[in-house]
């Protein structure tokens, strides 16, 4: 199955009610790494990372706004984060 994004693609999704802000996107890792900024969060509460690969890609580190993404390689990564609400 193809990926529906392109590579470094940072889309946050409508807030509706009270949720949490919640982004998504995909990214290319470089030498089995990728950080991943996200302008509107104050903060990243979680993050998930999805590779279409035989390898496992995984959130290795949050921190503020930002989260690294380790893997494999050159793989290209599918993420979903969950950012806490401005005050």
Known sequence: MAFFYT???N???QVVGHFPPIAFGSVVLSGGTA???IATFPFVKMAIASSQTANAARVSA???NTFTITGTGT????WLAVGTVRA
């Open 75 to 78: 793989d290209e990564v599918d």
């Open 7 to 9: 590579a470094n693609t």
């Open 62 to 64: 949050v921190s503020g």
């Open 11 to 13: 889309e946050q999704m």
């Open 35 to 37: 950080t991943v900024t």
